[in-house]
């Protein structure tokens, strides 16, 4: 039995791998400094937001089960992106 990944659009995925290609250019060549790493932190956690309600809310896929493993993928995008957020804003107010 084959599993075949019908999708309604590709726009969502494409989406993401935009999503990581640009989040890996602005690692590679903003890393260590201070300014930018805020820049960088808050561009995932805004994106990891985006891509959660794209994939959660709007599914692209037409099975089930392929839209919730992309929905699992994506809330873990997003969690890790949200405390990315907490930790940096803690680390500004206890610097401050």
Known sequence: MFI???RTNAR???FVLIY???AA???NFLHGTED???LFIFYIGGSGFIIFCMFYYI???TKEAVSYIWAYG???NLWTGIMLVFADVHIFFLIK
């Open 25 to 27: 250019i602005l690692f």
């Open 74 to 76: 994506s809330a873990l």
């Open 36 to 38: 930018y790493d805020k």
């Open 20 to 22: 990581q290609t640009f």
């Open 59 to 61: 599914s692209p896929f």
């Open 12 to 14: 969502y995925t494409t």
């Open 4 to 6: 075949v990944f019908i």
